[in-house]
């Protein structure tokens, strides 16, 4: 199996972990791309050009972090990456679709900023911005932050947080969430987490 991530992208960092968290680091080759500036490599794969994208031995790629995540949890079952009871599974389902969307927010601002300054939408920044601060603050309520356990909504959680870190410095969402700080600095000592951060700029 072949797994085609960039370094910087929190999408395929969220794969990168489940890979680490469910112990497959040997069995899936991981090719790092750019995206941006494909020679061919990704395309082959995905030909949308996205990472992370999942070659499977088949044949069959597939793309999507979560696509990738829910095909790698029904592979290979254990250790799971979602809780059994159905309740706290629709819970945690939940919690990984806001993480999902805040990092398409952020995803959103990082390419924006890259545009020529006139071309700009300032109305769209703030209001992906705004959105930004309170998912950060519905997650300070709503997600169950343990220690316990390091499931798909984790993840996606703290990979959410550690891309606004690592693109957003100055938009300080630890102010309105210290629950979400604090575990935010546990989740960032995890192997699987210091072992896919991004290289520095
Ligand atoms: N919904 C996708 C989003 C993937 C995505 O947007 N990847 C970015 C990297 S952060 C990318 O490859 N961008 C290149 C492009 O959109 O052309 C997922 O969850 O995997």
Redesign the pocket.
């Known amino acids: 199996m072949k797994l085609y991530v960039?370094l910087?992208?929190?999408?395929?960092r969220?794969?990168r972990v489940g890979v680490a968290e469910k112990g497959l680091a040997e069995r899936i080759e991981q090719i790092v791309v750019d995206?941006?500036n494909d020679d061919g490599t990704l395309t082959a794969a995905n030909p949308?050009?996205?990472?992370?994208a999942l070659q499977l031995d088949d044949g069959l790629a597939l793309?999507?972090?979560?696509?990738?995540l829910g095909w790698l949890d029904r592979a290979f079952p254990q250790p799971s990456l979602w809780p059994h009871d159905p309740q706290a599974r629709t819970h945690a389902e939940a919690i990984a679709a806001l993480a999902?969307t805040l990092?398409?927010y952020t995803?959103f601002l990082v390419i924006e900023g890259r545009r020529p300054a006139e071309t700009r939408s300032a109305p769209l920044i703030e209001r992906r911005t705004q959105g930004i601060l309170r998912g950060v603050a519905a997650l300070e309520t709503r997600f169950h932050a343990s220690t316990g356990h390091f499931h798909a909504d984790s993840i996606g959680v703290a990979c959410a947080l550690a891309y606004l870190d690592f693109r957003q410095p100055q938009l300080d969402w630890r102010a309105q969430a210290p629950k979400l700080a604090e575990w935010s600095a546990w989740a960032a000592r995890r192997a699987s987490m210091r072992d896919t951060a991004p290289p520095p700029a």
């Open positions: 960039s910087t992208s929190p999408f395929a969220k794969v995206p941006w949308l050009s996205q990472v992370p793309t999507d972090s979560n696509t990738i999902q990092l398409e995803v």
